[in-house]
Nanobody, 128 residues
Framework: QVQLVESGGGLVQPGGSLRLSCAASGFTSDYYAIGWFRQAPGKEREAVSCINSNGGGTHYADSMKGRFTISRDNAKNTVYLQMSGLKPEDTAVYYC?????????????????????WGQGTQVTVSS
C-alpha cells in the first residue's frame, strides 16, 4: 500500500521560503509520478507541480512558475517542493499524491484525477 507523508509546513512571513517534503513508500511499481496540490479554505484543491519518475520532467501551474521548484531524491524516496516569494494567497494545506508510470521518462500530469494515492497534507500559512 502506497504511503505518502508530507512535512515541512508552517508559518512564514510574506516573501519568505519553505521547503516541503513528501516521503513515499510502498510502491509496487518502479516508476511513479509525484504531484503537489494545495487546498485553501473554501476553495477547490488545485495542482501546484508534478515530477516524473527520473526527475527529468516537471510541470508547474502557471501561478507557481518561477517561485516554486519541485525535485526528487530517489535514493531517499522523497520529493521536495521548494517555495520562495511566498504570498498570503499561498496559504493552504499542501498535499502530495502519486500515480504509476510505465517508464522512468514518462511524463507527469497535473490534473488531479490521474492521482490515486494521497498524503494527509501539511499546512502552510503565509502571514505577517
Amino acid at each position: 500500500q502506497v504511503q505518502l507523508v508530507e512535512s515541512g509546513g508552517g508559518l512564514v512571513q510574506p516573501g519568505g521560503s519553505l521547503r516541503l517534503s513528501c516521503a513515499a513508500s510502498g510502491f509496487t511499481s518502479d516508476y511513479y509520478a509525484i504531484g503537489w496540490f494545495r487546498q485553501a479554505p473554501g476553495k477547490e484543491r488545485e495542482a501546484v507541480s508534478c515530477i516524473n519518475s527520473n526527475g527529468g520532467g516537471t510541470h508547474y501551474a502557471d501561478s507557481m512558475k518561477g517561485r516554486f521548484t519541485i525535485s526528487r531524491d530517489n535514493a531517499k524516496n522523497t520529493v521536495y517542493l521548494q517555495m520562495s516569494g511566498l504570498k498570503p494567497e499561498d496559504t493552504a494545506v499542501y498535499y502530495c499524491a502519486s500515480f504509476r508510470l510505465l517508464a522512468p521518462q514518462a511524463i507527469c500530469l497535473l490534473p488531479r484525477w490521474h492521482y490515486d494515492s494521497w498524503g494527509q497534507g501539511t499546512q502552510v500559512t503565509v502571514s505577517s
